[in-house]
């Protein structure tokens, strides 16, 4: 024999063992051999040896064949066993050998040995090829059974005569039999059922004879719609015989709806395209596709033609022709922009028709993607505003003559209200009252606060609104030369937020700071009385939070705001009053009036 075998030996005579093993020799049979007397041993080499067979004796001192041969059923069941005894009586043998063993040799008859081990380790190869190749079929059986069991698709296996051998479990559950209702069945009752009566026998019977390798489609009409079932067919052949035809059902409703709907998509999308072609072709707008280089793409629609004043087939794969040398670096500033991914919109150019006429342009673009979701190009739209910025700068040009107009006036007003002012300056040097002479002055403060809101106003951008804490300032300064006397001894403190007012509440205001400033000029502090006046101008959340505060005397005791002679102060309260806003005074320490108002 080839390679060599492993023999475990259960023998406790060394001269038997010798004898044993000379005759395996002698029968040419290359092996290595373990020999073992106890069943401590006898289980370790089974598992650790793994012996291609084992010869035992039958009673050793401390074990037994007997034993020994349960053990290797137990541990190695498919490993060959044979007794090798002078003692075994023949009944006995017969025994063994019903209970598993695979052959036994007397000892006085070693001569049989090497042909029993032969014969023993080619049955036992013989053996396990073939429990091998019924596991191999087992395991195919099972993956067959897996596959057609766990099918989507119905699976019918018939004989030759059309009655039914196997069906999987779809056909089960599809018509609500079990297999075992179904075996043996006409192929004929089976399909009427199954597919509703929608193919005939004779149908059935050319179909299933045919050499037809397309599939069928059968339309199965059902009580809440239709199915579709493409139907394929193949005879099963052993030896050249048809054994059975195998017919396999798949249930295509989904792809037939998803078919059915693919069409209706492209119907759409001509409709779409025809939509879209015609509000392109409609479209008072030039709209143009591009190369991400700038070329021309495929559209050019006829506004774009009427525009420009070139034909599409002119422009087609060119830069666009419209671009004076001036505009291309604007032009590549917006190509790159949008191909980096930005939309633009509200873009004015100057383009160049082909006549040479200069015309402006509102332009707006858009990156085009493919299905990858990258630019592969850019959508471009231009509408013709040359009559629109015409407008504007006529417009513009008549603005621009209303707000010299504007200028004027407010110049006027001011220098009107200085003549007033003037006048009132050279009447009152016809009179020596001091009552009469401050009357005098405290009107001509009052007309001077108007007037410098005028003048404000016609050197601001804005002739609306004028910036009011800046106009503050000016009245300060102005009523500070006007109390020269008290500016060295008194202090006051401008606080303002950012306030721009229109001019009837700034004239109001202007009013109202300076009689409350004058106030505290001539009452709050006597001849050379050191202090401080506060000024603080504030945004509040639904209006404006003025208030002008003082250290000085304070009121007298007998102070009635409702009660007052004060011309100043009936003004103050006239105006608030104008303004809708609210008046508060506090005497703490000195006076603090607080003046909320809103522009509504």
């Known amino acids: 024999m080839g390679d060599n075998i492993r023999i475990l030996i259960l023998e406790d005579v060394p001269l038997d063992l010798e004898l044993m093993e000379a005759e395996l020799k002698r029968d040419g049979i290359n092996f290595v051999s373990h020999c073992v007397e106890e069943e401590e041993e006898y289980r370790r080499e089974i598992t650790e040896f793994q012996p291609d067979i084992i010869l035992a004796d039958h009673s050793l001192p401390h074990f037994d064949g007997i034993s020994a041969m349960y053990i290797a059923q137990d541990i190695s069941p498919d490993t060959p066993f044979i007794f090798v005894s002078g003692q075994m009586g023949e009944e006995f043998a017969v025994e063994m050998l019903k209970k598993g063993a695979t052959d036994y040799v ?128 193949a005879p099963i052949i052993i030896e050249g015989k048809i054994f059975a035809i195998q017919i396999i059902g798949r249930n295509i409703t989904k792809r037939k709806k998803a078919e059915t709907a693919l069409i209706e998509s492209q119907k759409h999308l001509h409709n779409l395209n025809t939509y879209l072609e015609a509000i392109i072709n409609a479209s008072p707008f030039a709209i143009v596709d591009l190369y991400p280089d700038g070329r021309v793409k495929s559209l050019w629609n006829p506004a774009a033609e009427s525009i420009f004043g070139w034909k599409k087939m002119e422009v087609l794969g060119k830069p666009l022709p419209f671009l004076n040398e001036n505009k291309e670096i ?49 959508m471009a739209t231009f509408a013709d505003i040359s009559d629109m910025i015409m407008a504007e700068k006529q417009i513009k040009a008549s603005l621009e003559e209303k ?136 945004t509040a959340p639904e209006g404006y939070f003025l208030e002008v505060a003082d250290n000085g005397v304070g009121l007298p005791d007998n102070f009635d705001l409702e009660n007052t002679n004060s011309l100043g102060l009936l003004i103050v309260q006239t105006l608030t009053m104008q303004l809708k806003g609210s008046l508060e005074i506090e005497t703490d320490e000195g006076v603090i009036f607080k003046l909320f108002f809103s522009e509504d």
Request: proline letters at 2%; charged letters at 30%.
């Open 330 to 378: 604007k032009y590549e500033n917006i190509m790159s922009n949008v191909l980096s991914g930005e939309f633009k919109s509200d873009i004015e150019l100057e383009c160049a028709r082909n006549d040479g006429e200069l015309i402006y342009t509102m332009m707006a673009t858009a990156p085009l993607l493919n299905v990858d979701n990258n630019i592969h190009g850019v």
């Open 106 to 233: 007397l000892k006085y008859n070693l001569s049989k040995l090497g042909h029993s081990v032969k014969r023993a380790l080619k049955e036992a190869g013989e053996y396990r090829n073939k429990k091998e190749a019924e596991e191999r079929l087992a395991r195919n059986e099972n993956k067959y059974r897996a596959l057609f069991e766990l099918s989507p698709d119905y699976v019918v296996i018939l004989d030759p005569d059309g009655r039914v051998l196997d069906i999987n479990h779809q056909v089960e559950e599809v018509m609500g039999f079990s297999r075992d209702d179904l075996l043996g069945k006409d192929v004929n009752e089976l399909v009427g059922t199954f597919l509703n009566n929608s193919i005939d026998e004779d149908s059935i019977f050319n179909f299933l004879t045919s050499n037809q390798i397309e599939p069928v489609e059968v339309k199965i009409e059902l009580e809440n719609g239709f199915e579709y079932i493409e139907v394929h067919h």
């Open 403 to 538: 707000e010299v107009l504007l200028r004027e006036i407010h110049h006027r007003v001011k220098n009107n209200l200085q003549i007033i002012s003037s006048l009132m300056s050279l009447q009152s040097e016809y009179t020596q009252e001091p009552e009469t002479l401050k009357m005098f002055h405290e009107s001509k403060n009052r007309i001077r606060s108007m007037a410098l809101i005028h003048e404000k106003l016609y050197q601001s951008e804005d002739l609306a609104h004028i910036d009011f804490g800046e106009y503050l300032m000016s009245l300060v300064d102005m009523l500070l030369i006007f109390h020269k006397e008290k500016r060295d001894y008194v202090d006051v403190c401008l606080n303002c937020d950012t306030v721009f007012l229109e001019i009837d509440t700034a004239i109001s205001m202007g009013l109202i700071v300076n009689e409350l400033v004058s106030n505290c000029f001539k009452h709050a502090f006597p001849p050379e009385k050191e202090g401080v006046i506060e000024i603080n101008l504030s």
